[in-house]
């Protein structure tokens, strides 16, 4: 079984939280399984830096108006996939934050090109590789299987992993145009959220399953006191909603 993992960060090259233990081990413990993991990764400075000799395998002369390479490296056991794209990740400061400690401006962008990205590998854009399976982390995969549901091709199956759902990727509507998805999809079952756009939102509405941290974490984002808002997103899922203990 060959899976596509995307999350905005993995230990040991980029950690802000347990999002990155999770994204560096679970390949790692898959693998003893005989199963395949790829991850997909944004090209951050310190990424870039660890993988100097990563070599190109697919290239996007126009991901939602910048230019960008997916390159291959293995790096601490794990088998990843950089989206080397400059002029979205290529800059001082975090992940997510700038050297002021303030959101990016384009953030919406710049993980928005992530999932598109991971959504075109899916669908077999890289030649000689293709998953069965896309496993996103949390809002800045989010888009992804919506970009899945919405294309033109063979459905490729999806789980969404919340680590923390009171991280949700919210922005106005006045994006839409520009991150490549049809009209239809700025909908309740899309990704429409209060009149606006979420990422968090788009994943667990189109996502063909949702994992969470822990079976008693499952229960709570569940409740209003701890759902965020997307408890009634949550409740509609219920089915499909499974709590794994980290480590596990």
Do not use: C
């Not at 989206?83 to 800059?91: H, N």
């Not at 992940?95 to 590998?121: H, V």
Request: glycine share 12%; no cysteine; aromatic share 8%.
């Amino acid at each position: 079984m060959q899976i596509l993992s995307v999350a905005s960060e993995i230990y040991p090259l980029i950690k802000t939280g347990g999002l990155a233990d999770v994204a560096g081990a679970l390949p790692l413990a898959l693998a003893g399984h005989g199963i395949e993991t790829k991850t997909l990764i944004p090209g951050y400075p310190a990424v870039m830096r660890a993988v100097k000799a990563a070599k190109p395998r697919m290239v996007f002369e126009d991901l939602l108006g910048t230019r960008a390479t997916i390159r291959e490296a293995r790096h601490a056991g794990l088998d990843l996939l950089i989206l080397d794209a400059p002029e979205l990740f290529d800059r001082p400061g975090g992940p997510y934050l700038d050297t002021a400690g303030m959101d990016y401006s384009d953030n919406w962008r710049r993980f928005a090109a992530l999932a598109r990205a991971g959504a075109e590998i899916a669908l077999g854009g890289m030649e000689g590789w293709r998953p069965d399976l896309v496993h996103v982390h949390d809002w800045q995969a989010g888009l992804l299987p919506a970009y899945l549901r919405y294309a033109k091709g063979p459905a490729i199956p999806s789980l969404m992993t919340v680590h923390n759902i009171a991280f949700q990727g919210q922005y106005g509507a006045d994006i839409f145009p520009w991150i490549g998805l049809p009209p239809h999809a700025f909908a309740v079952d899309g990704i429409e959220y209060y009149g606006g756009i979420g990422y968090l939102k788009a994943g667990l509405q189109t996502a063909h399953a949702i994992s969470t941290v822990s079976p008693s974490y499952a229960e709570e984002i569940l409740t209003p006191e701890f759902g965020m808002g997307l408890e009634g997103v949550l409740a509609t899922r219920a089915a499909d909603l499974h709590g794994i203990v980290n480590g596990i």
